[in-house]
Structure formats: structure tokens, C-alpha cells
């Protein structure tokens, strides 16, 4: 087991830890200086995304919306924690030389070719699954997964069960060797 | 506005570790689904693990409060088979989708606009879902000591336990 891999990755071991640390680091700090205590999170922020975006054409929709109501949409701490992966992510690949620009993944290319549109399509209507499922669970592999497991939440028991269940079962036929 | 910069800050530190672990790759995703590469568990299991002790510590002497999610039966059985279901698919989970894209691979912006289709869709169906899906069955916000009525501190070492051993053999099969 190695410290460092030749392309400048972390041991995820070590890695995880750390974030194990920045976990406990933030439920500190927000309970000592927001009005709640925050435990990570990522995808209620998808929810005040889509309903920012629906704003803009139809803020009536919006406010009518039980669901937006109850999730409020602004851009809160998770909000601004989601944009944080992204600016974090981006120089950390920069500064290391392992940003790359990558049109379709080596795996999905193996098994569907390299169309951009295959890709996107199966993004698209994957994304729109996982996260209607996410929030149907109210969580996802960062609420229920990380925080959840941590507090040894019930819920996080069951809900990672489920993720990795039905993701080994599709991944299993959907990228089956040819 | 503190708060928001407190998100910020804290997202920024979890997104460079998350690139330095090598997480945020489509590739590491369906591999560990397909138990080719278990970089991501390894990754997540260790988070959990120094978490769990300190959270539970914290909690014990007063200075924080734990903050389950509901174990709503319907919700979670079924939301969570969706999302793993659409996570084989999309290949990212909502929080590694933007790091994704900042790594550069950029094809993750169709994940990303995926999953904000698939928010706004859940908040036209949430009512009728409320009635339905969501009514079956809430167990609560509890936990699994909890549910079981025994002392954290004795699942604790078990979950401890049991996760070193799953890293064992991750290694020895070199997975």
C-alpha cells in the first residue's frame, strides 16, 4: 500500500480519513456558528437548482410548489459547499496535473462506443433517476452514506444497502463484458 | 453570509480531497460497483469510520446533537433503489457530479443537468407522493443502536471491526 501513486493521487485511505476529520471539523463549527447543526450533504441542493431555474420563467410555479416551499430555495450552506467540491476539484486537478478534458469515460467507451450523444442521453436520463430516487430517500450517498453512517442512522443503513444493491445489479448487465 | 462562507470553505477542502483520492472518476464509480476497484469504498468507509468516533463523542459530551434522517420505509427503499439504479447509469452521485466537471471531464455537465431534471420532476410528483409512497411506513429519526436497545459505544467497535476487515480483504484480493 503505497502513501502516493505515480499520477499524484492520495492513498483514499488516508484521503477518507481526512474527510472523516473535515466531517467532525464542520458539525463543530456549524453548531457553533450558524443557527443549526450541518451535517454533508449535496443533493437538496439539485432541488433549489431546478428551482431556481424554474424561477425564471415561472416564479408563481414555484412558489405554489409544496416541495420548493419545504426545501426553500436559496442559496444556503449546502449551496454554497456544492460550489465549493467544484472550486476545490478544480484546483487541486490544476495544480497537479490531473485535469484532463474528457468527452466520454474510458469504461462507457468500451462498452458504447464514442458518441458524445449515447453519453449524454444515458447522463441525462440517469442523473434524472438517481435523483428523483435521492430525494424520494432523502439523501444520498453523502447524507445517507457519509453522514448517515457516521450517526449510525438507521436510514443510512438501509439507503446504502439499496444504492450499492441496485447499482451492482445494473452495473453488472449494463456494462457486461462484449 | 457566514454561513455560506463556512459552506464554501467546507466544500472546497472536500472537493480537493475528494480529486486527491481520486474519487470523482466515472471510471472508479462503476468499478466499484462492479467490484473491479474499491478505491471509493475505501475512501467513504474511512471517512465514516474516524467520523463515527468523533461524532459520537462530541454527542456524548453535549457539545453537538446527531441529526438522523428519518427511516421512512417506502422513501428509502424505493428512492434508494432508484438512485442506485440511475447512479450505474449517470456514473457520479450528485456530490462528486461538479467535482467531475472541474476535473475536467467536462461530459459530466449532462449528469449534472440529469439530476436537476430529475429535482424538479420529484417536486411536481411530491405531493401525490406524500400521500402514497411516503405514507406507508416512518420509523423515525433513530438509530440502529437505538433500535435495538443497545449502547452505541458496543456497535461502534463492531462497525469498526468489521469495515478493518472488509479493508483486509480489499487488499489481499487487490481490489
Aim: hydrophobic share 55%.
Amino acid at each position: 500500500m503505497k502513501w502516493r501513486t505515480e499520477d499524484g493521487a492520495w492513498n483514499p485511505y488516508f484521503a477518507g480519513a481526512l474527510v472523516g476529520v473535515l466531517a467532525i471539523a464542520s458539525v463543530l463549527a456549524t453548531t457553533a456558528w450558524t443557527p443549526k447543526t450541518m451535517f454533508l450533504g449535496a443533493s437538496t441542493t439539485f432541488v433549489r437548482a431546478a428551482g431556481m431555474l424554474e424561477n425564471t420563467v415561472a416564479p408563481e410555479h414555484v412558489a405554489a410548489n409544496a416541495y420548493y416551499t419545504k426545501e426553500k430555495v436559496k442559496f444556503d450552506w449546502q449551496f454554497l459547499f456544492v460550489t465549493g467540491i467544484f472550486i476545490g476539484a478544480l484546483v487541486s486537478s490544476l495544480t497537479s496535473g490531473s485535469f484532463k478534458l474528457e468527452s466520454v469515460p474510458p469504461t462507457w467507451e468500451a462498452r458504447f462506443g464514442k458518441s458524445i450523444g449515447k453519453r449524454a442521453l444515458g447522463a441525462v436520463a440517469g442523473g434524472a433517476v438517481a435523483m428523483f430516487g435521492a430525494r424520494l430517500a432523502d439523501g444520498c450517498p453523502s447524507g445517507h452514506g457519509l453522514s448517515g453512517l457516521m450517526q449510525l442512522s438507521l436510514s443510512g443503513f438501509v439507503a446504502m444497502a439499496m444504492f450499492f444493491g441496485a447499482g451492482m445489479l445494473v452495473a453488472r448487465f449494463f456494462y457486461k463484458e462484449s | 453570509m457566514g454561513e455560506q462562507l463556512l459552506g464554501l470553505v467546507t466544500g472546497i477542502i472536500f472537493g480537493l480531497l475528494l480529486q486527491k483520492g481520486r474519487v470523482l472518476r466515472f471510471d472508479k464509480q462503476v468499478a466499484a460497483m462492479r467490484f473491479k476497484d474499491m478505491t471509493i469504498l475505501k475512501f467513504m468507509m474511512s471517512a465514516i469510520l474516524v467520523g463515527m468516533v468523533g461524532v459520537y463523542a462530541l454527542s456524548d459530551l453535549g457539545v453537538i446533537t446527531l441529526n438522523h434522517k428519518a427511516m421512512n420505509l417506502g422513501g428509502v427503499v424505493i428512492g434508494g433503489l432508484l438512485f442506485g439504479a440511475g447512479w450505474a447509469v449517470m456514473g457520479y452521485c450528485p456530490g462528486t457530479s461538479v467535482g467531475a466537471v472541474a476535473e475536467g471531464r467536462w461530459h459530466a455537465i449532462f449528469a449534472v443537468a440529469g439530476m436537476i431534471i430529475g429535482a424538479a420532476l420529484y417536486a411536481e410528483a411530491y405531493p401525490l407522493l406524500l400521500n402514497t409512497v411516503l405514507a406507508w411506513k416512518d420509523f423515525g429519526k433513530i438509530s440502529l443502536p437505538e433500535s435495538l436497545h443497545i449502547s452505541h459505544w458496543v456497535v461502534i467497535p463492531v462497525f469498526c471491526a468489521g469495515t478493518l476487515g472488509l479493508f483486509a480483504w480489499f487488499e489481499k484480493k487487490q481490489l
